[in-house]
Nanobody
């Protein structure tokens, strides 16, 4: 059974930082591209960042340029999203996604709320 479990969300003031984690089980983690997406109320789910199985990193540069950093630890089957200089518009549910070997899996999401 595949599980992606996000953690690390919460309430933070504008300008603050949070570190999200996504722990994966049931997949060969090193063979999967891991991504972060977010969805604010009334909005479509939006791509945030991606760390491919081959080491390529991609960001939604418009939304998070220079503020967010994605990393992964294949030994721990975990992908991280370090979020700095948070803004109220970063408020959303953040989802982890795994893509690979013809499959796609989503986590249940973790709420991030940034107060002004």
């Amino acid at each position: 059974q595949v599980q992606l479990v996000e953690s690390g969300g919460g309430l933070v003031q504008a300008g603050g930082s949070l570190r999200l984690s996504c722990a994966a089980s049931g997949i060969t983690f090193s063979s999967y591209t891991m991504g972060w997406f977010r969805q604010a109320p009334g909005n479509e789910r939006e791509f945030v960042a991606r760390f491919s199985w081959s080491g390529t990193i991609t960001y939604n540069t418009v939304s998070v340029k220079g503020r967010f950093t994605i990393t992964r630890d294949n030994a721990k089957n975990t992908v991280y999203l370090q979020m700095n200089s948070l803004k109220p518009e970063d408020t959303a549910v953040y989802y982890c996604k795994a893509d690979g070997l013809g499959n796609s899996y989503w986590g249940q999401g973790t709420q991030v709320t940034v107060s002004s």
